[in-house]
Structures are given as structure tokens and as C-alpha cells.
């Protein structure tokens, strides 16, 4: 098995049955406004890593994504090594490309890569 190269922690995205709630109580704790607010997703920039929220039928759960320079052989290493697809990479806007897997103890593991993260 091969190593995948993850860059560091990225994004984790927060489910939530009452996104507008959540969006404004975490304007408040983090005191700045998104910087992406649709009605599908709500993205803050907390220190060059991003907090997402995202609409569900039922709060409580929390996806990480682990940055790599080729989300697609990432995914396809992790399955290769065992893990469970879940989520084909795809493109979600800007050139943003993420997917997800589930680990051996049934984890949820997401790459991403993302031309517009810069390490800071």
C-alpha cells in the first residue's frame, strides 16, 4: 500500500436541520460574517480553514477533509487500501474537488483539494 500525501486538515462541514440558526450563532462566536452564504452551504474562513454548514434532515454529524495535491488518486488510493467509497470526487465550484470514504472502523474520511487554500 502506498502512502497518500494529505496536506493537512482543510474543512470540516457541520449538518444541521436549522441552518440559518446555526449560520447566526456562528457569526456570533466567531464575529465575522461568511464569506459564502447560499441556501446549500455556508462557508466561514476561520484561519485559513473552513467551517462549513450544511443543510440536513438531522443535525449532530461532522465531515473532516484531509487537503491533497489530486483528489482523484487520493480516493482512489484510500479505496485500493480498503476503504468504503461513499462519495465519487466530484467538482464543486471554483475548481474545488472533494469525495469521501469510509474508513475500516466506519469513519467518514473526505479529500479535498483546493486551488484557493493557502497554508499559512
Do not use: C, Q
Request: hydrophobic content about 45%; charged content about 20%; overall charge negative.
Amino acid at each position: 500500500m502506498s502512502s497518500i500525501p494529505f496536506l493537512g486538515l482543510r474543512t470540516a462541514i457541520y449538518r444541521t436541520d436549522a441552518l440559518d440558526a446555526l449560520k447566526r450563532w456562528y457569526i456570533g462566536v466567531l464575529g465575522k460574517e461568511p464569506y459564502f452564504d447560499e441556501p446549500f452551504y455556508v462557508g466561514f474562513d476561520v484561519g485559513g480553514y473552513e467551517l462549513g454548514l450544511v443543510p440536513a434532515e438531522a443535525g449532530g454529524a461532522v465531515d473532516a477533509y484531509w487537503g491533497v495535491d489530486d483528489a482523484d488518486a487520493a480516493f482512489e488510493a484510500l479505496v485500493a487500501a480498503g476503504a468504503e467509497p461513499l462519495e465519487a470526487v466530484h467538482d464543486v465550484g471554483g475548481g474545488i474537488r472533494l469525495g469521501t470514504v469510509r474508513d475500516p472502523a466506519g469513519n467518514t474520511l473526505g479529500v479535498i483539494f483546493n486551488p484557493h487554500f493557502r497554508r499559512r
